[in-house]
């Protein structure tokens, strides 16, 4: 904690008299045996440890980590660049970052995230929000220098580049993808990822149901996919339609590699659910699962109270317009309506299911909900979290990493595919 509340992980190493340091090995070899989020984000090499009086390590005489060695972008041209650069540069606690340094890559998060957004606005005059360094991270993005898409879109390119199979993402009932954003540092630079995300969040109107949904995911997939294999994930709701996207696919007579569920269970093992309050509203929109059995407080949705209540809650809704939290809403409104009568087809494939742990409520149901719509085997990991917390650094790291196996086995049996078709 160099910086008081800006906690890093990071590793001293003595190498060998005569070796030199392999920091890339070194990274993978801790990987096999630790969880990502516990393997440090940086390396320093140093000649000896440094000790107190009584031989103990002594923590304050350890150099201080570099992690402008991460900062690789070109530097800035314009004063406005040379200005946003310095910006970042300070909230992050580094000597220099580039334009087209990811904010993200460089170590950052929600909470500093919304400290960097503030700092730009009153240092530019901008009004740029939370949202808008998760639709563009960099310095360039953020202002204007590199063309991305809208941070709303129904196809959200988190990871667009890398030759692997493209993992395709589906959303919670809130209808946003935003919560995947830390799957590429762990899947690596090969993995494209990409978020679908509702249209309901950019003015369209709700889906019939939810094959109609995963039709038009489907098509939006294959806009960058045209042919497989595929790659699926579906967190909470998003789970029922990533599951009725793969049985399209099947019935098509398209290979699914891989299909994930993160804690996601059919509607009926759930049982009936009523209208949800202003209360059920915000469990929804902060990724809590309502209580079936809980009563509710009846009172109506009113997105003014909500966005007080985001903003002190959650740090990235904080920023949201009134528009765009009744937006989120309707979203969550339609996505509980059409979970309730969606019946699942027979999925002819294997499934990877993530299971959150911690605070389920007393009868609450297990993955063999699946098992009359699964085919295949079902892999549970169990993951000890809550259902809202399963992407959130710690967790994700734990999906990740089994994501990151289960695509390295894939590829080694495609390569032995490929060597027995020769």
Same mark, same amino acid.
């Not at 990071?10 to 070899?29: C, I």
């Not at 390119?157 to 946003?176: E, K, N, T, V």
């Given at each position: 904690?160099?910086?008081?509340?800006?906690?890093?992980?990071?590793?001293?190493?003595?190498?060998?008299?005569?070796?030199?340091?392999?920091?890339?090995?070194?990274?993978?070899?801790?990987?096999?045996?630790?969880?990502?989020?516990?393997?440090?984000?940086?390396?320093?090499?140093?000649?000896?440890?440094?000790?107190?009086?009584?031989?103990?390590?002594?923590?304050?005489?350890? !150099? &201080?980590?570099?992690?402008? /060695?991460? #900062?690789?972008?070109? @530097? $800035?041209?314009?004063?406005?660049?040379?200005?946003?650069? +310095?910006?970042?540069?300070?909230?992050?606690?580094?000597?220099?970052?580039?334009?087209?340094?990811?904010?993200?890559?460089?170590?950052?998060?929600?909470?500093?995230?919304?400290?960097?957004?503030?700092?730009?606005?009153?240092?530019?005059?901008?009004?740029?929000?939370?949202?808008?360094?998760?639709?563009?991270?960099?310095?360039?993005?953020?202002?204007?220098?590199?063309?991305?898409?809208?941070?709303?879109?129904?196809?959200?390119?988190?990871?667009?580049?890398?030759?692997?199979?493209?993992?395709?993402?589906?959303?919670?009932?809130?209808?946003?993808?935003?919560?995947?954003?830390?799957?590429?540092?762990?899947?690596?630079?090969?993995?494209?990822?990409?978020?679908?995300?509702? !249209? &309901?969040?950019?003015?369209? /109107?709700? #889906?019939?149901?939810? @094959? $109609?949904?995963?039709?038009?995911?489907?098509?939006?997939? +294959?806009?960058?996919?045209?042919?497989?294999?595929?790659?699926?994930?579906?967190?909470?709701?998003?789970?029922?339609?990533?599951?009725?996207?793969?049985?399209?696919?099947?019935?098509?007579?398209?290979?699914?590699?891989?299909?994930?569920?993160?804690?996601?269970?059919?509607?009926?093992?759930?049982?009936?659910?009523?209208?949800?309050?202003?209360?059920?509203?915000?469990?929804?929109?902060?990724?809590?699962?309502?209580?079936?059995?809980?009563?509710?407080?009846?009172?109506?949705?009113?997105?003014?109270?909500?966005?007080?209540?985001?903003?002190?809650?959650?740090?990235?809704?904080?920023?949201?317009?009134?528009?765009?939290?009744?937006?989120?809403?309707?979203?969550?409104?339609?996505? &509980?309506?059409?979970?309730?009568?969606?019946?699942?087809?027979?999925?002819?494939?294997?499934?990877?299911?993530?299971?959150?742990?911690?605070?389920?409520?007393?009868?609450?149901?297990?993955?063999?909900?699946?098992?009359?719509?699964?085919?295949?085997?079902?892999?549970?990991?169990?993951?000890?979290?809550?259902?809202?917390?399963?992407?959130?650094?710690?967790?994700?790291?734990?999906?990740?990493?089994?994501?990151?196996?289960?695509?390295?086995?894939?590829?080694?049996?495609?390569?032995?595919?490929?060597?027995?078709?020769?």
């Amino acid at each position: 904690e160099d910086r008081p509340g800006d906690k890093r992980l990071v590793a001293y190493v003595v190498p060998e008299p005569g070796h030199t340091l392999d920091q890339a090995a070194l990274r993978e070899s801790l990987a096999e045996s630790l969880p990502d989020y516990m393997v440090p984000s940086l390396f320093v090499t140093v000649d000896d440890l440094p000790l107190t009086g009584n031989g103990k390590l002594d923590r304050r005489a350890l !150099p &201080v980590p570099d992690y402008g /060695a991460l #900062a690789r972008g070109r @530097e $800035a041209v314009t004063p406005r660049e040379e200005l946003v650069c +310095r910006v970042f540069a300070e909230v992050l606690g580094l000597e220099r970052v580039g334009v087209d340094d990811s904010f993200f890559d460089l170590g950052g998060h929600s909470l500093l995230a919304t400290r960097l957004i503030g700092r730009i606005n009153d240092a530019t005059g901008m009004e740029l929000q939370v949202k808008d360094l998760f639709r563009a991270p960099t310095v360039a993005g953020l202002l204007g220098g590199q063309s991305r898409v809208g941070a709303w879109d129904a196809l959200l390119p988190i990871q667009p580049d890398g030759d692997a199979p493209p993992l395709f993402c589906i959303h919670p009932a809130s209808g946003m993808a935003w919560s995947f954003s830390g799957l590429p540092r762990l899947l690596g630079p090969d993995q494209p990822v990409y978020g679908l995300q509702s !249209p &309901v969040l950019t003015g369209a /109107a709700p #889906a019939a149901d939810v @094959e $109609a949904l995963a039709a038009d995911y489907l098509e939006r997939i +294959r806009s960058v996919r045209p042919r497989g294999p595929y790659r699926l994930l579906g967190y909470s709701f998003g789970g029922m339609v990533a599951h009725a996207v793969a049985s399209l696919l099947r019935e098509n007579g398209e290979e699914v590699e891989f299909l994930a569920l993160v804690d996601s269970y059919p509607a009926q093992a759930l049982g009936p659910v009523t209208a949800p309050d202003h209360d059920q509203f915000m469990a929804m929109l902060l990724g809590r699962v309502p209580d079936p059995g809980a009563p509710g407080t009846g009172r109506p949705f009113d997105p003014a109270a909500a966005v007080h209540e985001l903003r002190g809650a959650d740090p990235v809704m904080a920023g949201f317009a009134e528009e765009e939290v009744a937006a989120l809403v309707s979203a969550a409104v339609g996505h &509980v309506d059409i979970a309730q009568r969606f019946v699942p087809r027979r999925h002819e494939g294997d499934v990877t299911f993530f299971q959150a742990t911690l605070g389920r409520p007393e009868g609450a149901p297990g993955p063999g909900a699946w098992s009359t719509h699964v085919g295949g085997d079902i892999d549970v990991h169990r993951i000890e979290a809550t259902h809202a917390q399963m992407t959130e650094p710690g967790p994700i790291a734990l999906i990740g990493r089994v994501l990151a196996e289960k695509f390295d086995t894939t590829r080694d049996a495609a390569r032995g595919a490929m060597r027995s078709e020769r």
